[in-house]
């Protein structure tokens, strides 16, 4: 017993994404999404993303652990843990197999319906990321994604038929998931998860990101308006990959360099919570004369559609060193000055542990932004083995998560923090959204499957499962 409780009201749950766990990526009328063009890939094999999807790669997507047709008995053991929230996103392309179709897909829409009923059944919120990785693939290759101003209005279309079709079912949303990730711009996988184009077809793909995630927070910002306007209840968050860049050292050199990299990784939740973009970065830019088109009518907009609450995954820390490189370089390249932090230890995918960041995270955020704050994912992917007899001992993921959620009592016990909830990552065993493997695993609930596609996809309980119940039945006094 720790002797900390969490608020009475707060959201303990689970977080996964449409893409990561439906499969059922070609049935009742759903479009190809991002997703289903990325194949397999692995810890050290980048996932590969073809034009198209082409005969013979494996996309591991395409049947992911089924939940599409499997929902039931999912939500049924979700509630079993007494989950109170489940956050998952609606596949773009169920609802807009294209993108740009005028009408929305009905039985795409019935899937949604028919889940959230699900929830509710059980007493379970369900929390919704309307942009998680998804978008139409037909928007890539027809307009460039999120190059091309026009997809606002696709984005924007959406939301807000999404709003209106479940504003009664559902009260918590966020708009783009990780929108920060494409802060490391010459990413591949993060440029298209994020934004909807190729990177190595960019002239200058640093200008290009800045200008496609200009037109992001544009598009949010819409959404939130709308959102507004057709259930003043709602509650519109946006959601950030928060990774606390540390510096190296105390030479002010690491210290300068860490604090601008913090910067260049938080704009995008600036234009979201304060509606306008920090000076720092407003300066780059237009010294560098990156992002041209913005409006007016555009800052306008940022201004009225400032979120509610701010959504953030948490999962590492980072290190950064000037040796490579100082701020006077003038250039924001956030990998080539990230170091490993002798301090700390690492999963088997090479991510930092460290669950006093988190309390860190908690603070500088709502130092920052003065919002309630909601932890919508955090775990550890980890190598998980069945033994003879079927259960799952997994010590590693419970340790993890006990030190997180320690930290995250502090924050609110000691540092006052306005913490709404708590939905560790893949709460079922999923497709990763890195290397698309199977055999990286976050779930209180394994599925049978590997990373070749063979399995039963039957569900069972581990260790973990019993431990997380107990968890939320004291409210985060038992860990
Ligand atoms: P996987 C990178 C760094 C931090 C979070 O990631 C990230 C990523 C993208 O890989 O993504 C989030 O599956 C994301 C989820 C994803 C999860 O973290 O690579 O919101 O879709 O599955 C974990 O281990």
Redesign the pocket.
């Known amino acids: 017993m720790t002797g900390y409780k969490m608020p009475k009201g707060f959201l303990w749950g689970g ?1 996964v ?1 449409a ?2 766990l439906e499969g059922a990526w070609n049935e009742d009328g759903k479009g190809v999404s991002v997703a289903d063009v990325m194949t397999a890939g692995s810890v050290d094999k980048p996932r590969e993303i073809t034009h198209g999807v082409k005969e013979g790669k494996n996309y591991p997507n395409h049947s992911a652990i089924d939940f599409y047709h499997h929902y039931k008995e999912d939500i049924k053991l979700m509630a079993e843990m007494g989950f109170k929230c489940f956050r998952t996103s609606i596949a773009w392309t169920r609802i807009f197999p294209n993108g740009d179709d005028k009408e929305p897909n009905e039985a795409g829409l019935k899937f949604y319906d028919d889940l959230f009923a699900e929830c509710h059944k059980y007493g379970i919120e369900p929390v919704i990321t309307l942009a ?2 998804e978008m139409p693939y037909h928007l890539v290759e027809k307009y460039g994604g999120f190059t091309n101003r026009k997809v606002i209005d696709f984005y924007v279309r959406f939301a807000e038929t999404c709003f209106k079709r479940y504003k009664d079912s559902v009260k918590y949303w966020m708009t783009f ?2 929108i920060d ?1 494409q802060a490391d711009w010459a990413g591949k ?2 440029t298209m ?1 994020n934004s909807g184009y190729f990177v190595d077809e960019q002239e200058n793909p640093e200008a290009t990101m800045f200008q496609a995630a200009h037109y992001e927070l544009v598009a949010s910002a819409i959404a939130v308006i709308k959102g507004h306007q057709i259930n003043p209840n709602f509650k519109i968050g946006c ?1 950030i ?1 928060f ?1 606390p860049f540390y510096p190296a050292t105390s030479d002010p050199e690491d210290v300068l360099l860490a604090q601008r990299v913090m910067q260049f990784r938080s704009w995008f939740s600036d234009v979201h919570c304060w509606g306008e973009y920090p000076k720092a970065v407003e300066a780059y830019i237009e010294r560098h004369g990156y992002r041209k088109d913005i409006t007016e009518e555009d800052r306008q907009v940022l201004k009225d559609g400032t979120v509610d609450y701010v959504g953030f ?1 948490y ?2 820390s980072n290190n950064v060193s000037a040796d490579t490189m100082t701020i006077d370089d003038d250039k924001i390249d956030i990998p080539a000055v990230t170091i490993a932090n002798k301090y700390l230890k690492q999963t088997d ?1 090479n ?1 930092t542990i460290d669950p006093k960041g988190l309390r860190w995270a908690l603070n500088f955020l709502t130092d920052r932004y003065h919002k309630p704050l909601f932890i919508v ?1 955090n ?1 550890m ?1 980890a190598y998980d083995k069945v033994e003879a007899d079927g259960s799952i001992h997994d010590p590693y993921r419970i340790d993890y998560l006990r030190e997180h959620i320690i930290a995250m009592e502090r924050a609110v016990e000691f540092d006052g923090v306005d913490l709404m909830g708590y939905t560790p ?2 709460c079922i065993d ?6 698309g ?1 199977m055999s ?1 695993r ?1 779930g209180f609930i394994y599925v049978d499957k590997d990373d070749d596609g063979k399995g039963t996809l039957k569900r069972s309980r581990k260790d973990s499962f019993y431990w997380y119940k107990n968890v939320i039945a004291s409210n985060g006094e038992d860990l």
């Open positions: 977080a994404a893409h990561q998680h990785f998931n990780e990730n996988f993060q998860t959601m990959n990774t995954s999962y590492s995918w991510w994912e775990g992917g990552w893949g999923l497709v990763s959204a890195g290397t493997q990286k976050y």
